[in-house]
DNA sequence: TGTACATCAGTGAACGCGCGTTCACTGATGTAC
DNA sequence: TGTACATCAGTGAACGCGCGTTCACTGATGTAC
């Protein structure tokens, strides 16, 4: 594993994401000034453009940034869940147990999910970071959508599921789960989404 | 079934909400000005200040509205599947069914939940207005409850079932289905999801 | 039926503050010769 | 090793526009006697 030593300027422009990524999830976008941005950064105005072309780069620069940081993760879930099982449904549902186990550790619940909150705000973006949003979501989409293709391989499913929903479903659990979690302030309601999920695709892979 | 007639400033509040929840569904609430909604509307601001005392008022209105209607659709859903039929199971299956096929005869998908939305940007509301948000969340846990209790009295489930996770399940899939619907712009991927809903009840409660 | 008054549903002008953005400038560090 | 220059990581002041809110006022409709 490389750690990457990062430079001042890098410093300085992560905490400003960090920040700012803290405060869109809390007020939106829109609500978010680059003034309280600066002053919790501890930078003036001119300092945070030297690092963001303007409002909109930022938005793009967070979403990235969530998106890549998301990827790691989830390929590191994936590789621990293959080593520990050959088989794809077992590995599958290992992966959902760590993930449930991985959002039940954040003691003060997950912070919200970046592309749920643009999803509620897209005309606030120009069209690259709406394609990236999408984008992200895709992914998803297709890394499930592999998992359960050969799950389905082995444990042939009823002729009437509908794969592609069951691979969406992920992130519709997730996502619908971290504003059950956020709203009624009770971070164990994700973690007990995904494991919902969990016992639906073990119910409909295992052999009636 | 009563139809109020609607006096002049009772029309032109609910035309104000109309075009407001149009448009904090698609820019979020700080990104909506009072300036495009009355332009929109075609009254001046003070007009609006006549029918809000500010514009907090006007997102504790939104709400309330979004919930009461809520209230109105989802009685009257659960209602006509009670009386297609008497078991508790297949009327709830039922239930899902016709809130499936109403999602899927939105031509342009669903617009947008104003619970979600407002969660993602709850630091912008006052306390009242949060907590009618949660407020909203758990009535639906409740009725979903309730339901899944009157089955599960009918047709034991495996002694491991999250009863409460499962009620709230139905908030979590329809909310990540719109977020999906809306984010890759298909309206078919929310009636989908809700239909995954169902076929996890449908399984769950089915004698191994 | 006429008149006085109250309420409804707004108008018009002004308010000051906060917003995102621009511009010319700068001290510290890195690189080439 | 010294010097010239370039890049990095910002500063400080000003910009005009749009924001939510306030205030005094008004014409049309409804109600009481």
């Not at 550790?105 to 643009?118: E, K």
Request: some cysteine.
């Amino acid at each position: 594993m490389t750690v990457r030593v990062l430079s001042k300027g890098e410093a300085t422009r992560e905490r400003i994401l960090d920040i700012a990524q803290d405060a869109v999830l809390a007020k939106g976008f829109a609500g978010t000034s680059l003034d309280e941005i600066i002053a919790e950064a501890g930078i003036t105005k001119s300092g945070f453009f030297y690092h963001f072309r303007d409002k909109n780069d930022l938005a793009k620069a967070m979403l990235q940034r969530y998106l890549d940081r998301e990827e790691v993760l989830f390929s590191g879930l994936f590789k621990q869940a293959d080593e520990l099982s050959e088989d794809p449904l077992h590995s599958f549902l290992i992966f959902l147990k760590l993930f449930a186990d991985l959002m039940s550790d954040m003691p003060n619940g997950h912070p919200g999910c970046i592309v749920a909150s643009y999803v509620y705000q897209d005309h606030l973006f120009s069209q690259d970071v709406r394609a990236l949003n999408a984008e992200g979501l895709i992914v998803w989409r297709n890394r499930f959508r592999d998992r359960l293709d050969r799950i389905a391989e082995r444990y042939p499913p009823r002729a009437d599921l509908d794969i592609d929903a069951l691979a969406d479903m992920a992130s519709a659990v997730a996502d619908g789960g971290i504003i059950l979690s956020k709203c009624l302030r009770d971070p164990s309601l994700l973690p007990r989404q995904i494991l919902q999920y969990r016992a639906y695709v073990k119910l409909v892979f295992s052999p009636a």
